[in-house]
């Protein structure tokens, strides 16, 4: 008797969705389900290793679908109103629900979606971007972790055949608030529509430094352990990067699309009001992006 394929749905198949779907349907006893909002025939990602393509199935509407065993969510945070009616036809008893997103704040969206022990927090390490519909550019191997719990070690396995270093982490809470400051100090690109090589600037690097040493001193307060050189281990990751290297913010502002502003920046001000804790620097860069979007 043959196996049961694992039924995997992945919804938003940008530049993190398409990659990791793209990686999933290399292997043939995944049966990999492509959820979009935008229509495109196949899958093709330039990846550091050489290109890799995949045809999974592809959908546009939720109808006439059924659960699956895995529900991976890739679109972005401001997208999660629709994304939750793919979830109504895909999430059955036993479906678990990864989300693959950034900042601290991946599950209360769905908590009512799943039992918590079907739910998968995922904190994404993978610089992406997304040339056309099904076309994308890896720019890293990257790497995925989940909390160290039955379900988080289930999703990290998935990926065992990948060269993306999926694992779990002990302490997701510092881990999502580590990935926060990378993606706080990417504000900056954002509002100046410059890649990663401008952190060479003395300028810039200082503004995105002292969105980092907010990020710290909010994380801290919410329990996240993180050290006191973060600031500068942003920076140098920055400077290491790719200097065309775009982040997932800049692309969206580039585009003209809505921003993750809220769950990337809005979060450390949100936050930090609540604990007492300053944040000007996120605080202005909240407000010249909004205001930059009017
Ligand atoms: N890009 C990167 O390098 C990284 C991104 N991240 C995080 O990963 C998450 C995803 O980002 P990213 O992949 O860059 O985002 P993208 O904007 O590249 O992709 C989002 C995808 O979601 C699709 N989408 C939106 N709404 C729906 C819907 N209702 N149903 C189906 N598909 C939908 C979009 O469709 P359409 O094609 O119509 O736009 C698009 O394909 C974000 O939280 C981001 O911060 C984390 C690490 C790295
Ligand atoms: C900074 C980067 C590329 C790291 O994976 C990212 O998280 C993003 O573009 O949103």
Same mark, same amino acid.
């Given at each position: 008797m043959t196996e049961a394929k694992i039924r995997i749905a992945v919804i938003g198949p940008g530049a993190i969705g398409g990659t990791v779907a793209a990686w999933l349907a290399q292997r043939a006893d995944f049966d990999v389900l492509v959820c979009a909002r935008t229509p495109f025939a196949d899958l093709e990602i330039e990846t550091p290793g050489g290109s890799i393509a995949a045809t999974p199935t592809i959908a546009t509407r939720p109808d006439g679908l059924t659960p699956? $065993?895995?529900v991976i969510v890739a679109t972005k945070t401001y997208d999660t109103a629709s994304t939750l009616t793919w979830l109504d036809a895909l999430v059955g008893p036993e479906t678990r629900v990864a989300v693959l997103r950034n900042g601290v704040e991946h599950l209360p969206p769905f908590a009512d979606r799943a039992p918590a022990d079907c739910l998968v927090p995922a904190v994404v390490d993978i610089p992406a971007e997304r040339r056309a519909p099904g076309r994308i550019r890896q720019r890293r191997d990257g790497w995925i972790k989940t909390p160290d719990d039955a379900a988080g070690r289930a999703f990290a396995a998935l990926f065992a055949h990948t060269p993306i270093r999926a694992e779990t982490t002990p302490d997701f809470r510092s881990e999502a608030w580590r990935k926060l400051a990378l993606n706080c100090a990417g504000a900056v690109n954002a509002l100046i529509l410059k890649p990663s090589g401008i952190a060479h600037d003395e300028g810039a690097a200082s503004v995105m430094r002292a969105l980092v040493a907010e990020c710290v001193a909010v994380g801290r307060a919410e329990g996240a352990v993180l050290p006191d050189d973060l600031p500068d281990q942003v920076i140098a990751g920055y400077r290491a990067a790719a200097p065309d290297g775009i982040n997932?913010?800049? /692309? $969206? #502002? /580039?585009? @003209? #699309?809505?921003?993750?502003? $809220? /769950? #990337?920046? @809005?979060?450390?001000? +949100?936050? @930090? /009001? +609540? +604990?007492g804790v300053p944040t000007p620097a996120n605080a202005m860069i909240v407000a010249l992006l909004n205001a930059a979007a009017l």
């Open positions: 699956v $065993d895995w997932s913010l800049h /692309a $969206d #502002r /580039a585009a @003209g #699309r809505p921003m993750e502003l $809220d /769950a #990337r920046n @809005g979060v450390i001000v +949100r936050l @930090g /009001a +609540r +604990r």
